[in-house]
T-cell receptor, first 115, second 111 residues
Framework: ETGVTQSPTHLIKTRGQQVTLRCSSQ?????VSWYQQALGQGPQFIFQ???????GRGNFPPRFSGLQFPNYSSELNVNALELDDSALYLC??????????????FGPGTRLLVL | DAKTTQPNSMESNEEEPVHLPCNHS???????IHWYRQLPSQGPEYVIH???SNVNNRMASLAIAEDRKSSTLILHRATLRDAAVYYC????????????FGQGTRLTINP
């Protein structure tokens, strides 16, 4: 069973550019969540996708957008990059079966540096 | 989102038990208590979760207070590989199944 994978592992961009980060969910999982983790902080929820639809969003501006594909893989897009967007971006997948006991399985993250 | 309070850091010795506390005084009746940990340079990893009763798995035990306003994650015999940031998280049943992370407890294990 393949776990959650993310690409690229590291990325350097400049202010104003756009970036796309990719995530492949664990086999059998239909829900993908994205988190942003600044240095020294806990991860912050960006949004979640369930069966290709956005299913909840955290306190992030519209320039953070996403997609989920029929195979449940996902993309996170960030437009007009700002210096504060420098962070570790984490993807997590889960089997949405209802209830609050579902475990989220995290990938290793993409480290984004905005100069 | 109901909040949790954890100590910023704790230290223990290898092969000794570790008790990581978490306060969640505003927990609602339907909130589950989840624990995740994040090893250096890795994504968070699920440890254990529970609702009312104490829970055990191969990684740890979770002791939940009778009033559910606090819980304790127990590592029975800490190893150097248990050095990580441990997050205590409450998850409700409404809305997106998101995890709301706090600052967590940074656990250091001494050889």
């Amino acid at each position: 069973e393949t776990g959650v994978t993310q690409s690229p592992t590291h990325l350097i961009k400049t202010r104003g550019q756009q970036v796309t980060l990719r995530c492949s969910s664990q086999s059998g999982h239909n829900t993908v969540s994205w988190y942003q983790q600044a240095l020294g902080q806990g991860p912050q929820f960006i949004f979640q996708y369930y069966r290709e639809e956005e299913n909840g969003r955290g306190n992030f501006p519209p320039r953070f957008s996403g997609l989920q594909f029929p195979n449940y893989s996902s993309e996170l897009n960030v437009n007009a990059l700002e210096l504060d967007d420098s962070a570790l971006y984490l993807c997590a997948s889960s089997p949405r079966e209802g209830g609050s006991g579902e475990t989220q399985y995290f990938g290793p993250g993409t480290r984004l540096l905005v100069l | 989102d109901a909040k949790t309070t954890q100590p910023n850091s704790m230290e223990s010795n290898e092969e000794e038990p570790v008790h990581l506390p978490c306060n969640h005084s505003t927990i609602s009746g339907t909130d589950y208590i989840h624990w995740y940990r994040q090893l250096p340079s890795q994504g968070p990893e699920y440890v254990i979760h529970g609702l009312t009763s104490n829970v055990n798995n191969r990684m740890a035990s979770l002791a939940i207070a009778e009033d559910r306003k606090s819980s304790t994650l127990i590592l029975h015999r800490a190893t150097l590989r248990d050095a990580a940031v441990y997050y205590c998280i409450l998850r409700g049943i409404q809305g997106a199944q998101k995890l709301v992370f706090g600052q967590g407890t940074r656990l250091t294990i001494n050889p």
